[in-house]
């Protein structure tokens, strides 16, 4: 599937039509937004950028579901309206970075600046799956756990599985000191050419790559996935970055909700 950057009301998104023509709305904000709690705290601010997402969309859900991020490997399925704690802007999943509905008219958000954001869809099942890969995530292979969460909960075949890895820090961008590099390599041993040793102390880690290919082995048909090849750290113009912007950084997020 092919990706489109479109703007609306002076704001850009970054969509897959093919993948909404399926029922899947959804869209990744860009740098023209930031939706975080935690570095926007004008409430008023938030709740109207999150608006606008809904009307890019062209969907107000129900009710919104967020994780409450703490780069774990923690997936939640959501199969009730009242799950959770109730947040300023919906309901929040303590300590998760993965969420998984079959309910219609529910959005999910996982916020995100450098960390690999991951759309998965089972298109027969009609399933929704949003994930916060960041590199302790990916460590953790989260995605591996949230393909398990379709097959295992909801009885998804593979092949309808599809996934949308999302704009993330670019595989020349994310550099790591020796003591992270070394836990890439030990657990993707058989990817080391995805962990590049640059000098003593540092590498480079490719995170898109990695999960792409966590993906595949987990039998999910290359033909069925996307990789949106925007770096955040690279594309200042488009893309929040917390690795490039330090303690200026903001949030992006990834939207989506299964059409009723």
Request: charged share 30%; with cysteine.
């Amino acid at each position: 599937m092919e990706y489109r950057i479109e703007t609306n009301n002076n704001k850009r998104y970054i969509y897959l039509p093919e993948l909404e023509t399926m029922g899947l709305k959804h869209c990744f904000t860009t740098k023209d937004m930031d939706v975080g709690t935690s570095t926007n705290p004008d409430k008023v601010s938030l709740q109207g950028f999150i608006n606008e997402a809904y009307q890019f969309m062209g969907r107000k859900p129900e009710i919104l579901y967020n994780g409450y991020q703490a780069h774990t490997s923690n997936i939640e399925i959501i199969r009730f309206l009242d799950q959770g704690k109730e947040g300023p802007y919906g309901r929040f999943i303590p300590n998760t970075d993965g969420l998984l509905t079959d309910l219609n008219d529910v959005a999910l958000l996982t916020r995100f600046a450098d960390c690999v954001p991951i759309i998965l869809f089972d298109k027969e099942k009609r399933i929704q799956g949003n994930i916060h890969s960041g590199w302790k995530g990916t460590l953790e292979r989260i995605v591996e756990k949230g393909i398990l969460g379709l097959l295992k909960e909801y009885g998804s075949s593979e092949e309808d599985i599809l996934a949308v890895i999302g704009p993330a820090i670019g595989r020349d961008d994310f550099q790591v000191r020796e003591d992270v590099g070394s836990l890439f390599l030990e657990e993707f041993n058989d990817w080391k050419e995805l962990v590049r040793k640059v000098s003593e102390e540092k590498f480079l880690v490719d995170l898109q790559e990695i999960n792409r290919r966590m993906l595949l082995k987990m039998g999910i048909d290359e033909k069925n996935i996307t990789v949106i090849d925007i770096s955040t750290y690279e594309r200042d113009d488009l893309c929040h970055s917390y690795r490039r912007d330090k303690e200026d950084f903001g949030l992006m997020g990834l939207f989506t909700i299964l059409e009723g």
